[in-house]
Each structure stands twice: as structure tokens, then as C-alpha cells.
T-cell receptor, first 113, second 118 residues
Framework: AQSVTQPDIHITVSEGASLELRCNYS??????LFWYVQSPGQGLQLLLK??????LVQGIKGFEAEFKRSQSSFNLRKPSVHWSDAAEYFC???????????FGTGTRLKVLA | NAGVTQTPKFQVLKTGQSMTLQCAQD?????MSWYRQDPGMGLRLIHY???????DQGEVPNGYNVSRSTTEDFPLRLLSAAPSQTSVYFC?????????????????FGPGTRLLVL
């Protein structure tokens, strides 16, 4: 069965520190991978996506993610976190051939001043 | 260009009541979807549509009905609300070419409707 796993429910980092949010997926076909961010009380906004080509993807707000097919992973990174990055982050997979997307359970990021 | 709009923002229902959550988009997107978001469970797909008159079930369709009479609107109906339907509901649309289900396109989300069923 298809699934997306975000193993970290909560992560706390200090402002200026680096960040890595983990995402693993289980899907037999070509994965289309997304990271979305949700600020409190808001809808989701796309950070970046991967569907082919270079496995290192650049997104908005200084985020990047690397697709590793051998590890079935699509981890999100940022070299230096800002207080405004505090939010919940969702990894998602587009299931080609189905018209469906599945989302991970999310990782809530807290940033310490 | 308002994007994806949802009404109401917040609603309280009693068990057994019915209601319709409204969703509209002004981007001429063929693909629209409804999700519910529950703590610890992320977003789960309820129903989706690939154009006017075409809808299908997602992961958690029970208790919900949808219809799509226009490209712009995709309402979600709760016929007999239950406490288990207490959740935050998000509508989304995508500019994907619905002739192909590649699922590689960005989804644009509305601000959500918070529903409490007593």
C-alpha cells in the first residue's frame, strides 16, 4: 500500500541553526513528491516539488529537498532557520495513474530565539 | 484573482444536522479536491473531481457527498453530521491536465473550514 511517513512529529531548532525534516514514501511507481508548509490557521502552501530531473530541488524561502530513490526519501533542508519558519510541514506524494495524492502526518517546527 | 475560497470559516453542528461546505476557485482549474485534517493524521482525501460532472471517491468518502456542476464550484455535503466528522476541511485545486493522471502539479489550498459536531 502507498504511504508517506514523516517520523518526526515535533522538531525544535534554534534560530540560525540548520534544519532537516525527514520524509519516506512507499510507492511502486514513479513518485511525484511535494513539500507543503502550513502556518497556524492557514491553508497549505507549496514549498517545492520533484517529478523528474535533478534530484536536488530548490524551493521558496530558502528550502531545498533531495530525492533519493534508493532510500525512498525526500528530505527537506534549510541551512539557517528563521523564526518565521515556525509552522507545520507536510510531505506528499502524487500517485500517478490515480488522480490522488497522499500526505504524511506532518512535522511541527518550533524555532527558538 | 482570489484563488481558492471556502465558506464558512467555522461552523458548529448538532449530530444529525446537514450542511454544505462551499468551495470556489477562479483559476479555471479542472481538478479540485476535498481533504480533512485531523491531529496526528495529516490530510486525508475525501473526494475529488476532474471536471464538471465528474467526481470520485478518495480515502475517506463515507458520510460525504459532492457534486460538480461548474468548473468553479465544488461543494461538500454532510447529510447527517456525526461527531467523528469534527475536523478542519480543506478544498484544493490544481492546474493539471486531467487527460492524464500524472499527479505532478501543485495543489492550491483554501484557508479551511473548521467544523465542530456536537
Amino acid at each position: 500500500a502507498q504511504s508517506v511517513t514523516q517520523p518526526d512529529i515535533h522538531i525544535t531548532v534554534s534560530e540560525g541553526a540548520s534544519l532537516e525534516l525527514r520524509c519516506n514514501y512507499s510507492y511502486g511507481a514513479t513518485p511525484y513528491l511535494f513539500w507543503y508548509v502550513q502556518s497556524p490557521g492557514q491553508g497549505l502552501q507549496l514549498l517545492l516539488k520533484y517529478f523528474s530531473g535533478d534530484t536536488l530541488v530548490q524551493g521558496i524561502k530558502g528550502f531545498e529537498a533531495e530525492f533519493k530513490r534508493s532510500q525512498s526519501s525526500f528530505n527537506l533542508r534549510k541551512p539557517s532557520v528563521h523564526w518565521s519558519d515556525a509552522a507545520e510541514y507536510f510531505c506528499a506524494v502524487g500517485l500517478s495513474g490515480t488522480y490522488k495524492y497522499i500526505f504524511g502526518t506532518g512535522t511541527r517546527l518550533k524555532v527558538l530565539a | 484573482n482570489a484563488g481558492v475560497t471556502q465558506t464558512p470559516k467555522f461552523q458548529v453542528l448538532k449530530t444529525g444536522q446537514s450542511m454544505t461546505l462551499q468551495c470556489a476557485q477562479d483559476m479555471n482549474h479542472e481538478y479540485m479536491s476535498w481533504y480533512r485534517q485531523d491531529p496526528g493524521m495529516g490530510l486525508r482525501l475525501i473526494h475529488y473531481s476532474v471536471g464538471a460532472g465528474i467526481t470520485d471517491q478518495g480515502e475517506v468518502p463515507n458520510g460525504y457527498n459532492v457534486s460538480r456542476s461548474t468548473t468553479e464550484d465544488f461543494p461538500l455535503r454532510l447529510l447527517s453530521a456525526a461527531p467523528s466528522q469534527t475536523s478542519v476541511y480543506f478544498c484544493a485545486s490544481s492546474d493539471q491536465d486531467v487527460r492524464y493522471s500524472r499527479q505532478q502539479e501543485t495543489q492550491y489550498f483554501g484557508p479551511g473550514t473548521r467544523l465542530l459536531v456536537l
